[in-house]
Each structure stands twice: as C-alpha cells, then as structure tokens.
T-cell receptor, first 112, second 117 residues
Framework: NAGVTQTPKFQVLKTGQSMTLQCAQD?????MYWYRQDPGMGLRLIYY???????DKGEVPNGYNVSRLNKREFSLRLESAAPSQTSVYFC???????????FGEGSWLTVV | DQQVKQNSPSLSVQEGRISILNCDYT??????FLWYKKYPAEGPTFLIS?????DKNEDGRFTVFLNKSAKHLSLHIVPSQPGDSAVYFC????????????????FGTGTLLAVQP
C-alpha cells in the first residue's frame, strides 16, 4: 500500500525560482495537509484542504499556494523561493470522520 | 504563540527503564491528543491517542496520561527499547470546535528520545 506519496524527495532551488511539490494519497481520504518541519519548531501547518475544491490557510501560509486537484492530489507551490523556505515538507491526509492523520515520507527542500 | 509545548528537546534513558515524555497545551478547546513517532528521513507515524473524556489510554508498552486541569499530557514507554529511539511529537486538535473535515492538528516541537543499550 502506497499511502501518502510525495515527489520530489530532494530538491535544491535558487532564490527566486519556483517549484511545485506533489502529493497523492490512495486511502480515499477527504482531508489533506501540508506541514513543514524546522529544527526547534516542530511541525507547522502551511495549508490544508478539508475536501476536494476547498483549501484553507494554516499557521504559516505566506509564500505558498496550494491546489486540491482532485480527491487524491494536493500540491504545494513556491512561486518565488526564499532561503527561509529551506525545510522538510510533509504531506498528510485524513479520513473526515477519523482523528488520525497519515504522513508521507517528506520532501527535503534547500533554497540557496 | 506555541499552543502545544514540549519543553524537553531531548531525553536519554537506559534500555528496560521507563521513558516519560511530557507535553503541555494552552488552548482549552483542545479535546483530542495524539502522539507521533518519527525516525530520521521518514514521515511521522501515529503512535497513540487520547480523548479528553479519558485520563488514560494504554496500548502495549505505551500509555498516555491526560491531566485536563493542568493542561498536561505525558507518554510513558515501559520498558524502553533501543528501537524506540526517535523524535516524539505531541499533537492536539479541537474536534468539538472544528469538527469533521475541517479539523486540523497542532504539533509540539518534539522530543528526541535516545534509549541506550
């Protein structure tokens, strides 16, 4: 079972470049999330999507955009990457009536 | 404003002994709490959870205790094993407030547990 799949796993960007992190889940979950993990900061919610066609800001949305393409896919876009966006990004999903979210393996992004 | 706090960045225990990881929260609307475990280069995985209607939940070697009046929860691992060495994240949600599909988890900063053989 694939669960939550993220691509790419590693990426180096130059300041000002744009890129999109892709996420897909095969668990038929309604809700999907993007978190970032930074040393000493834990996991912080960037954006989430309660259902197909809806998205909402989390704790740290600035500099990011998201698209809930369909029920399976939730992408995170950096329009103009900044060194402060160097982080590990985790996509996650949850069934609407469940309380547990399931994470992908992470995407390591470095902005130089 | 950190709504979920894990004040110990790291903890070292001997194999076979008890590990106690602590978590404090500030938002009184939180009514569901989870612990996640994370190994390096992997995503966090769910470990155990507790609803605010309980004060204890047990699953094998793992027990979570909730003290609502103190806004404090703890994870006990007994006995600790070297394979338990990982970062442990506490997370909280306000199910009754957000409900269903819009519910989201707020995480603490994590505690790195090292179990020495």
């Amino acid at each position: 079972n694939a669960g939550v799949t993220q691509t790419p796993k590693f990426q180096v960007l130059k300041t000002g470049q744009s890129m999109t992190l892709q996420c897909a889940q095969d668990m038929n979950h309604n809700s999907m999330y993007w978190y970032r993990q930074d040393p000493g900061m834990g996991l912080r919610l960037i954006y989430y999507s309660a259902s197909e066609g809806t998205t909402d800001k989390g704790e740290v949305p600035n500099g990011y955009n998201v698209s809930r393409l369909n029920k399976r896919e939730f992408s995170l876009r950096l329009e103009s990457a900044a060194p402060s966006q160097t982080s590990v990004y985790f996509c996650a999903s949850r069934w609407s009536s469940g309380n547990t979210i399931y994470f992908g393996e992470g995407s390591w992004l470095t902005v130089v | 404003d950190q709504q979920v706090k894990q004040n110990s960045p790291s903890l070292s225990v001997q194999e076979g002994r008890i590990s106690i990881l602590n978590c404090d929260y500030t938002n009184s609307m939180f009514d569901y709490f989870l612990w996640y475990k994370k190994y390096p280069a992997e995503g966090p995985t769910f470990l155990i959870s507790i609803s605010s209607i309980k004060d204890k939940n047990e699953d094998g070697r793992f027990t979570v205790f909730l003290n609502k009046s103190a806004k404090h929860l703890s994870l006990h691992i007994v006995p600790s094993q070297p394979g338990d060495s990982a970062v442990y994240f506490c997370a909280a949600s306000a199910l009754a407030y957000y409900g269903g599909a819009t519910n989201k988890l707020i995480f603490g900063t994590g505690t790195l547990l090292a179990v020495q053989p």
